[in-house]
């Protein structure tokens, strides 16, 4: 099988300077995001919020791509294309969530798995007649004095491994998202030996189950204190230690680490990637793919009137070109004042 296709996709992904747009949010997902700016969620505001979004001027200066859901793939502009044909003609690969979401793991109190293996092959040549030419997959992992347990670390890395297989198969490049929740209050030092172990166990998976790790990109968490720890590590610390982890367990051959912003501020997720840059090179791409550190702003200014559409393309196109200047680490928070 030629798998050269599958390594200029996700270059593509994280080419220099730009980063994914994570729009692939659930419908109860989507509708406690609109909750939040009375707005109500049904399939007109979706595709009129997300039509804000992917036709804001200029936005292929700074994004690579856009992971998108079910319905969205197959909904279309104002003007009348599909969503996936307008972005791949600006230049921006078009993805899709392909996961059912994360379950109720069986004999593992308060643990999660992700399903949605049955069926993904068909599933997947559907989407990749629709355009997409990435997938994502989300494995949630929490952290607690006892967990996670390394039943949900297998199941969900075994799980990971076997979607990356079909998509390739598919000739899909998989987004491999191994999520250590920020939730609780724990230290920096126990986020780093939780993702140290679950990166582990995710490249022998995908190992054993002959996945071409230079045609996958892999969305992690940063190594991060959890929301609620008591002295949460700064950026400096965050940064380092985020590259360490993924030094040590990260093989060379992956193309791009695109991260996941998990609940930080859009301004700490910024600044956190532009401090990694600061010291490059590293041997992959670091990028983002964030959904609330790219949306929150732009969500907020829009509050679902269509007088605010010009608000919320600026604001979404400012966000992106901040992330995109901490792709070299050109970033300085001062920006956020000036623009
Ligand atoms: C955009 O949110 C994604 C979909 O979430 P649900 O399946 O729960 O509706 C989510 O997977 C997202 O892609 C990642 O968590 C990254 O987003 P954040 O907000 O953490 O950057």
């Known amino acids: 099988m030629d798998l050269s296709s599958l390594n200029s996709?996700?270059?593509?992904?994280?080419?220099?300077?730009?980063?994914?747009?994570?729009?692939?949010?659930s419908t109860p997902t989507i509708g406690k995001r609109f909750a939040t700016i009375d707005t109500e969620s049904n399939e007109k505001s979706r595709q009129t919020y997300r039509n804000m979004l992917f036709t804001s001027a200029n936005a292929s200066d700074y994004i690579s791509g856009v992971i998108l859901f079910d319905e969205t793939i197959r909904q279309s502009t104002d003007d009348g294309i599909p969503f996936a044909e307008y972005l791949t003609s600006l230049g921006i690969v078009p993805g899709i969530k392909v996961d059912k979401g994360a379950k109720k793991l069986p004999m593992c109190a308060g643990e999660l798995v992700t399903e949605g293996l049955d069926g993904l092959r068909e599933r997947l040549a559907e989407?990749?007649?629709?355009?997409?030419?990435f997938a994502k997959w989300r494995a949630v992992l929490s952290i607690a004095d006892d967990k996670p347990s390394k039943t949900c670390i297998e199941v969900n890395a075994h799980a990971l491994a076997r979607y990356s297989a079909l998509c390739q198969e598919a000739k899909i490049?998989?987004?491999?998202?191994?999520?250590v929740l920020m939730d609780g209050d724990h230290s920096i030092n126990k986020c780093y030996d939780v993702t140290a172990?679950?990166?582990n166990k995710v490249?022998?998976?995908?190992?054993?189950?002959k996945v071409s790790l230079n045609g996958i990109i892999l969305k992690p968490n940063m190594v991060i204190s959890g929301a609620d720890a008591k002295d949460r590590a700064d950026i400096v610390t965050v940064a380092g230690a985020?590259?360490?982890?993924?030094?040590?367990?990260?093989?060379?051959?992956?193309?791009?680490?695109?991260?996941l912003s998990g609940g930080q501020t859009s301004e700490e997720a910024t600044a956190h990637l532009n401090a990694m840059n600061e010291h490059g090179p590293h041997p992959w791409q670091?990028?983002?793919?964030?959904?609330?550190?790219?949306?929150?702003?732009?969500?907020?200014?829009?509050?679902g009137e269509a007088s605010n559409i010009n608000a919320g393309q600026k604001a979404f196109i400012k966000r992106s070109r901040l992330n995109s200047l901490a792709r070299t680490g050109n970033y300085?928070?001062?920006m956020e004042e000036t623009g």
């Not at 490049?173 to 999520?179: A, F, L, S």
């Not at 490249?203 to 189950?209: A, D, G, P, R, V």
């Open 127 to 133: 989407y990749h007649e629709l355009g997409a030419r």
């Open 173 to 179: 490049v998989p987004i491999v998202e191994p999520e």
């Open 332 to 334: 300085n928070p001062q």
């Open 286 to 303: 670091l990028s983002f793919s964030y959904g609330r550190a790219l949306q929150a702003q732009p969500l907020k200014a829009w509050s």
């Open 9 to 25: 996709i996700a270059q593509s992904m994280v080419a220099p300077n730009k980063g994914i747009l994570a729009a692939d949010e």
């Open 242 to 259: 985020t590259v360490k982890c993924l030094t040590e367990h990260v093989p060379e051959e992956v193309p791009g680490i695109a991260f």
């Open 197 to 199: 172990e679950v990166l």
């Open 203 to 209: 490249f022998t998976s995908l190992n054993e189950q």
